[in-house]
């Protein structure tokens, strides 16, 4: 089987593999998709672009059949149909790879591939299946172990497994929600690859991303979305340019420029040495990462999910044990609870903001004294002034235009970018040295992402240091001074943001040096780990 | 104080322990915490020994208690499944609903005399085999040969059958599941129901087999949360229960008999001399289980095999996330 | 290549899902008004198993009625069974409200009743020490007693992570075995299963005691226990709701991962609840001993500690509910002992929390049949909007 990048898109008068017509799905308030038409040539990919909420995902959930539409049209192969479940899904041929993997982390590959089929009936005899599995791997050019248990993979070969389990199903067309978000950039071409592959031997894919790039690199044919509405439908890639797509996604020409202040950094602010830790399965995740931040920097950690970013922001800011050293103005910092690293000065903006920034059942006022009850005005001795606290929630809820009914509602019932301001608002209030933020935009609408970037900004114009660790190179690039590659818990590399190739992060997120020094951009008062 | 005897009392006391903890695997395994097995063991205790004091057939008494347990564990399944209950609450309402109801039922039964009782067997062949011979094929219940069958039954069940691979999914990640079209709902209510059918089976092993009569709750005494006890230690293993189950029951045991000599070796027993004692002693079994339970939950964080993943959490389709 | 093996097709019995939305919004008034119906419901079958076991529900309740709050005497005696549970019923909300299951207020309640009689029998003080002295030595030991007894399981859950329902569950029955071993042995009288009489001294005031200033205090039996029951329970209330240590059981309780990002030791909180937990509910069995039986013996508590988890719940984990709820399961107690059979108020107990737990789900979603659609299950669309 050769791998044709440029495989001829087949001729319109075939049969479509998929047709939507008219296809209208309402959620409480929101009209999710409005009159959507959508069609799917065999053999070909086809991109489903659009921004966060223009309803790529809520039309592909019902071709996924989670999803019933509202008014509209699914045809299949030239045959209506009704998709109740995803089983009508699957049995129609349609198949969908989630962003979010469905996974049973402690089962085998194989095993996960065959959970819930007919075949083995009854007595599970794992050898027979996982040659089977193993095969249809081969097919498609994917590598991967049929025995190894989901735990043990890293995301790349997870992503495989969601494709593995789709193909075993016998699915014609593959729809895949946003695939590259997890993957570095080398995992991407050999996604792309698997995906040309798969085309060539008659599959149809609809690639969803938001992600132009990627788009105009893989995708035959382009159909673009904005708040519900198809802008642009089936046009052919080729032809298209970023500017285009992106006027189409956005509906105005944002290239979002982020007004930044001279830099001008002071002291150092946070030292790090020769930092390790383990990460919660007892493997180490941090293996000697040595670098300093001087107040009013930005300093980006750039790496694919998964390398020891997590571990790293749970480090400072003390909510994993460590070996090495940490100093915050010149102060050793034990880190022992988080306690100390709220005394420290230092403030997070976490990974998880439902799960760890925030107590779901609790109200907009207690979760935005988590990080100052201890202290007046809030905190009179052991007392809370619970009028102090109210007025400050107030305070806080309008200056940082957190929407929400009252400062009584429940934290679960703000929406992420509210839940991310509010955060945002908590964490900054506290006038911290040093700010530590982990992915502050994933998930978020442009307003909100605005709102983040901004606030990011004023803090270091204001002279703190920060740490912004993220998946998005595009974000790391257009805030941080400098911007640091962790990869399997080593910093590989640093780099001047304003003259930084991002085809180097990219080599270098990936563990490769390819040609490329180790030696960075000089750059005084910034410590290298070493090779390990 | 002969070993043998010891062992094998352990062995017919353990089968108590062990059908009722086995069934708690399968609802645990399953994602579903049922803290009711003793409710349910008091229910399957009274719905037997009442059917027997009536009809005289044991036989029909085991199926009552196994029905009597599954039908109670609908309840917390309902409550738990359905309406998304706190599984810890919804348990301990559940006990206190199978107490009162085994309360009721048992009005009365505590005057019940002699009762025909499930067959007792000694496997000829296997008898003769030195100390597992006299301990577990001699003069053993029924019942305690249907625990050498289930033990390994429901090994292999989890481990090497397709069932078994669903079981352990809606247990783990019900959302994967799920979307693999493993119909998670119907196989949680139908694991809860074979835990409870298990339960009401443990509860008629007391009074069908191993301590016939009617005692009011001091029938079931605690057993049923032992058991849950056991599924901690075990680390949700079936073979692992056995052991735990049956050398359990001959410790218990075993300190039972200790007061009864009147010296060892020329020793004075002080448990003999001083009946007082024997409510201290009467304490080991329940530091045991503590002991038990602090030994499965401190192997189970070193060897990182902790129980299932979504053990206590509601599956609510539609939402995402483990 | 493999032939495509197709999902399992499951079939479904009704024509009709439960489908449950998730609500946006609480209405203020919904958790009581659904707490009231769940006790409502509750009552109704319960009269159902009355019924069924050959009694007549209307006359129950208005006798329970009647018998628990008809006459100020009876009042007294309601007051007087309410007590223990309130002191129980908080310790459960307190510690529930951190999400700690403690399934042993029954067994602190015994260790403070033994405390506070080993002030008494052991003895600590002088058989002819003055009330002064022996009242506030009784609680004080009682609670230290209990406080001991909750060390155990927070302890064990902070420090190794073990399950704290079992261990407090275990401990219930080793309490009550050392109960046992005292009152059969040391502290027999004349080889009856209780101790002799305490001295006077050592007895909590009762309204009865002044009937020389107070004509109509004859005979009632409510006794100091009641205030400090209500005290307890409007320190728990200030400490849930104003002070910072309450801000973080309330934290840890709705998330331990956002309070150990607040920097709070979840470890340390742990063992402090219990322990606090454990006093509490060994107030409740100083209470008993000092206040109503005046002696150690076996079986002076009828489960109140486990009524407790059901007080505690009804009340949502509220101080000022517990009062509310203990009175009115004092009441179903205290008549129920004439209801025949005698499982049928344990019943109505479990009965009602099952009603109450199930009542919880209208807090959270709200509750719609919609019409399956051909075979397949119908798929609930979550209501918030996934756009």
Redesign the interface.
Known sequence: MTITAAEPVPAPAVVPAVELRGIVKRFPGIVANDGVDFDLRVGEVHALLGENGAGKSTLMNILAGLYRPDEGEIRIGGVAQQLDSPRDAIAAGLGMVHQHFTLVPSQTVTENVILGLDRPRFRLRLDRYDDEVARLAATFGMRIDPKARIWQLSVGEQQRVEIIKVLYRGARVLIMDEPTAVLAPQEIDELFRTLRTMTAAGRSIVFISHKLAEVLAIADRVTVMRRGKVTAAGIPAAGATKADLARLMVGREVLEIIERTPFMPGGVVLSVRELAAQNDKALPALRGVSFDVRAGEILGIAGVAGNGQSELAQVITGLRPFSGRIEIDGQAYTGHSARDAIRGGVAHVPEDRTGVGSAPNLSVVDNLMMKSYREPPIARGWVIDVAAARTSAERLKDDYSIAAPSIDTHARLLSGGNLQRLILAREIESKPKLMVAVQPTRGLDVGAIETVHRLLMARRAAGAAIVLLSEELDELLALSDRIAVIYEGLILGTFDAADADIHDIGLLMTGGTGGLPLEPVPDPGTALSPDP | MDPIIILSAGVAAGTIYLFAAIGEVFAERAGILN?GVEGMMLIGAVAGFATVVSTGNPWLGLAVAMLAGGLLSL?HAV?TI?????Q???G????????????????GLSKAGGTSLLPTITLPGLSQVPVVGPVFFTDQSILAYVGYVLVPVAWLWIH???????L??IG??P???D?????VY?LRYLYVFLGGILAGLAGATITLAIQPGWFGDLTVG?RG?IA??LV?FARWDPIRVAIGAYLFAAITRFLLDVQGPRDFLGIPNPFFFNQ??T??L??LP??L??LA??AG??EA?RK?IGAP?ALGVPY??????V | MTAAPLPRRSRSLSPFELRLERRLDVPRWLPLASTIGAVIVALVIGGVIIAVVGGDPIRSYSHILEAAFGSIGVLSDTLVVATPLIFTGLACALAFRMRLWNIGAEGQLLMGAWGASAVVLLPLLPEDAPAILFLPAMIVAGMAAGAMWGFIPGILKARLGVNEIIVTLMLNYIALLWIEFWVFGAWSESGFQLTRQFPEAAWFPRLTDFVDQFKGFAGLTIHLGIVLALVAAAFVWFILKRSRWGYEIRLIGDSPSAARYAGIDIARNTVLVFMLSGALAGLAGVSEVAGVVHRLQQNFSPGYGFTAIIVAYIAKFNPIGVVVAAILFAALILAGREIQPAGVPGMIQGVILFCLIGSDVLLRYRVRFVRRVRGGPAVAGSATAEA
């Open positions: 803290l309840l409550m359905h309406f998304q209950a706190d810890v609450v919804s301990l309402a559940l006990t206190l609903v199978g107490v009162g109801l085994a309360r009721v039922l048992g009005e090497r059958t397709r069932p078994g691979l669903d352990r999914a783990e990640y959302t994967a599941a979307a693999m079209g493993v119909n119907r605690g949360w849950v006890g901690i007082n004692l409510y201290l009467g304490m329940y530091v289980v503590i339970v602090i939950s401190r964080t990182r993943a609510i389709r539609g939402e995402r996330g």
